[in-house]
């Protein structure tokens, strides 16, 4: 089973309203990563945790606030977000070990429309 | 230069014909190589990752590594209607468990196979 899951599958929210992805995987992985990804363009990366630690920020802005509860739960918190912002939000996990693998299975998305 | 070049179509083929799907790179150091499709609205889903150099099978497909050239394929043979979708490659170094986590996308080549 290489499923991850997303939800909401779809979220508009306004410019001052919080609210939160979320993201769940089964898989034992130990790695979780949040990406962006705009109409026609390869997925951007934002953040990675390992085994429950952020590993990687890739200067993303603080409007978005990652939070990794256990190692099968990923969320995304959005405060303050720009029209700019919309897109796809995408979900991965992945062994993240060098016996096992590597390979970044993704989740379906949620489609984020700010207005 | 872009590390990592791919051809972003569109292709289009009649069902049934074998579709080469190509990127270059850059970077001397990426050993890990992976192929995803994408439909429309979707996350990508992972068709075909190798390691280094050679070449591996999976049903219809068929990827290929050629790191002295820098080059990487995909071959679909006996193509679908269902395998219209955009294609990705990424690739990554492989040295470090941090750079494992971060692929180097090219920008996906959208194929269309019509009936």
């Known amino acids: 089973d290489t499923e991850v899951t997303q939800t909401p599958k779809h979220l508009v929210m306004g410019m001052t309203n919080k609210k939160s992805l979320k993201c769940e995987q089964h898989?034992?992985?130990?790695?979780m990563y949040w990406y962006k990804q705009k109409a026609k363009k390869p997925p951007e990366l934002m953040f990675v945790y390992s085994y429950e630690k952020l590993s990687i920020n890739e200067s993303v802005p603080s409007r978005f606030s990652p939070e990794c509860p256990n190692s099968s739960l990923l969320n995304l918190h959005l405060h303050a977000l720009q029209p700019e912002d919309s897109a796809l939000y995408l979900c991965?996990?992945?062994?993240?070990?060098?016996?096992?693998?590597?390979?970044?299975?993704f989740g379906p998305g949620t489609r984020l429309t700010v207005t | 230069q872009k590390e990592v070049e791919q051809d972003p179509g569109p292709l289009s083929v009649p069902e049934g014909a074998i579709v080469s799907l190509n990127c270059t790179y850059s970077?001397?150091?990426?050993?890990?190589f992976m192929w995803y499709r994408q439909y429309s609205r979707k996350g990508p889903e992972l068709l075909m990752y190798?390691?280094s150099s050679g070449n591996k099978e999976d049903g219809r497909f068929t990827a290929q590594v050629d790191k002295s050239s820098k080059y990487i394929s995909l071959f679909i043979r006996d193509s679908q209607p269902s395998d219209s979708a955009t294609y990705l490659c990424?690739?990554?170094?492989?040295?470090?468990?941090?750079?494992?986590?971060?692929?180097?996308w090219g920008l996906g080549t959208s194929l269309a196979v019509n009936p």
């Open positions: 970077n001397s150091a990426f050993q890990y």
């Open positions: 990424a690739m990554s170094e492989g040295l470090t468990a941090g750079n494992n986590r971060k692929l180097i």
């Open positions: 898989m034992g992985h130990r790695a």
């Open positions: 991965a996990s992945s062994q993240d070990s060098p016996v096992t693998g590597y390979e970044q299975y």
């Open positions: 190798t390691y």
